[in-house]
């Protein structure tokens, strides 16, 4: 085999395997050079304080691949210690880290999350209780473990349309992620109304 045939032999098998793994999001690849190493992999936020119709606990978790997919799931509790699960926020789509800008706090960098998915899945009988009297994002027929997408519709938050963009800032420090205190279910989808400094008591921490 020639010298040109192995190169492009070795450029295909690269390009195949790059194309597998758990993202499949069809954008994933457009914002490769803006995306961050540092960001990649598994980030955890333990048990923190929440208010979401009555609901008081939440624990988050953020994934992020080296080609520009996210992932983030927001687990909903019933009580400020996170005893019982009782739904889950599920967020898809692509990230863009866009860098430190000079209006932001000292390791604070820009990043954009655009929208591809978005669902919530009702964990016990009582969330869906509390969620049909709400008639929540115009929903009165919520069932336990049934996963709804909320993409087109009017929630508490928002409408949330798929290709929205989240507005957020990011902070490395200390093999530790943080956030704003505006990220919240959605964030932020106005870009005037992006945060400046993150948040230092909510640690997402490296797993």
Known sequence: MSLLSKCILGTATVCAISACGIFGTKESGEKGKENSTELSGTWKLDCSKFDFLGLTGE???????????FERTLYVYDDVHCK????KFETKGTYADLGQTSNA???VKNINFTITEFDFTPGTDSATK??????YCGNTNWVAGE???LI???CLSGKISKGDTIFEVVKHQDNSLY???KLGIVG???SLDRPSAVDASRAFDKK
């Open 59 to 69: 624990r988050e978790t953020f994934v992020f691949s080296m080609i520009g997919d």
């Open 84 to 87: 019982t699960e009782v739904g």
């Open 105 to 107: 706090a000292d390791g």
């Open 130 to 135: 509390i969620l049909n009297l709400a008639s």
């Open 147 to 149: 996963k709804v997408s």
């Open 152 to 154: 087109g519709k009017s």
């Open 179 to 181: 956030f704003s205190d």
């Open 188 to 190: 932020q989808r106005a």
